[in-house]
């Protein structure tokens, strides 16, 4: 969690125009959705989608008195990021109950050895990643830094019309390679 929230905050926040709260917000919602999404599947392979549907349900009860709460006293509009925080933690904590009560021990332990493990085949693809994201980003950056945003719009435009084609012919190519 600790490299997630390094590289979100390195991303985001150096583009000094992005409230820093709004990308820690931003940044546990998707952490902990991730989690949440765990837990369900849990509940789901127990065969317990009443306990995981009351869960979300309240979870999103509590969302939606939040935001009408938030915006009956007039609040700044990041709150509704806020609300929906506290409604993934509530349901975060919903889950885990439900998983308790099923008599599942969840223990938030790791080996190291299996981390280090993980991390030493993960290395190469990250490195490839990181290059594939600089390949894809350095044209839009130099264009912005060089020229404007305006041609980085026309720029962007015209790069989408020259991919649709590939993407399209690699769907067809796939259609055709299945049969």
Known sequence: ???????????????????PVII???GLLTYLSGF???LNSVLF????????????????IIFAVLIIFFYLIKVQHYMILVSLLVSVIFHLGILYK?????????????DY?????ILYSS???????????????????????FL?????????????????PTIISGVILTLFLQT
Do not use: C, H, T, W
Request: aromatic share 16%.
């Open 1 to 19: 969690m600790v490299i997630f929230v390094v590289v979100m905050f390195l991303y985001l926040y150096s583009n000094l125009s992005i409230d």
């Open 24 to 26: 820690g917000i931003i």
């Open 36 to 38: 949440n999404l765990i």
């Open 45 to 60: 392979g127990k065969k317990k989608y009443k306990k995981s549907f009351i869960g979300f349900l309240i979870s999103r």
């Open 98 to 110: 439900y998983l308790r009560e099923e008599k599942l021990n969840l223990q938030l332990r790791f």
């Open 113 to 117: 050895s299996v981390l280090k493990k």
């Open 123 to 145: 290395v190469p693809i990250g490195i490839g990643i990181i290059f594939v994201l600089v390949y894809d980003r350095i044209d839009i950056l130099i264009i912005e830094r």
């Open 148 to 164: 404007s945003f305006e041609a980085v719009a026309v720029y962007s435009i015209a790069y989408s019309l020259y991919k649709i």
